[in-house]
């Protein structure tokens, strides 16, 4: 067996099984480059903390510089790529003119996403803060920062969101998947998170795609916000629960349906499973859940 008639064999099944072929440099976007874009992004909204750089006064513009170039550089060509393979998807045109315009949306998108960041450091600052204040063990911010599986969950969810409520395809599903990977932590970039939100542990949540999360809310690990159905014909329906602002979920409580809506100041204690609307200020154990 010969590495010539390996390779023709590998060529054979590239034209005989479709669907799972991305063949062309152009046509879909690539995995590896859309996470070096996210790290890039992660050092620019914490500085110091996530590449070995040598920052300091003299050399701090002309890094932030570099980096931004490269994120919007690289970024746009991934969305560029995903807007094509898009409308090609749904209307079988990847026309030059076509391609300009995609062009055109990413790399307004890609600014768009970088003039944000700013505002998201805002937030993400507060997270910091909520789980420095949530967590006995942290000694501080920096702690948080640096080592912290549910922050660098919500770092990721920040962006991709931002991405996906922009329209971009895709490419938020990368970063989500990949962070996951990370953290074990399953957030959909379409879920909307209000600040301050704090995931202790972590391991094992997971939040559905059109999850709605208030503000000052800490869930632990093993919490899922999912769907009571899952059939294709519900996706452009809201199937996942509400939680209000200063909600306390902790582990392994399981909450589904879109028409759930867990009310303001509630604890969900442990291991609950529940279908259906909780009254604010609300406390639910084992024996009451439903």
Known sequence: ?????????MLESY???GGVNCAGID??????????????????????????????EQNLRYITGQRINCIITM??????KALIYSVAQNEGSQNEARKSHCFALAEATALALVN?????????????????????????HEEVIVSYPGLEAIIVH???????????????????????????????????????????????????????IGKNVKIYQGVTLGALSVKKDLM?????????DNVTIYANATILGGKTVIGEGSIIGGNTWITHSVAPHSVISQDDAF
């Open 15 to 17: 034209k005989d099984v």
């Open 27 to 56: 046509s879909f976007p690539n995995r590896e480059n859309v996470v070096t874009v996210l790290q890039n992004l992660q050092s620019l909204i914490f500085p110091g903390y996530r590449k070995a750089d040598e920052l300091d």
């Open 158 to 212: 920040r962006i991709a969101h931002f991405l996906h409520v922009n329209g971009v395809p895709v490419i938020p599903r990368i970063m989500s998947e990949h962070v996951h990977g990370k953290t074990g932590i399953d957030i959909h970039p379409g879920a909307t998170i209000g600040e301050r939100f704090f995931i202790d542990h972590g391991t094992g949540i997971v939040i559905g795609e059109t999850a709605v």
């Open 236 to 244: 452009d329906t809201k199937r996942h629960p509400t939680v209000e």
């Open 116 to 140: 944000e960041l700013p505002a998201l450091r805002k937030t993400l600052q507060l997270d910091v803060q909520a789980l420095f204040q949530g967590d006995p063990a942290a000694k501080s």
């Open 75 to 80: 970024l746009t060509r991934e969305i560029q």
């Open 1 to 9: 067996m010969t590495i010539d008639f390996l390779v023709d064999k």
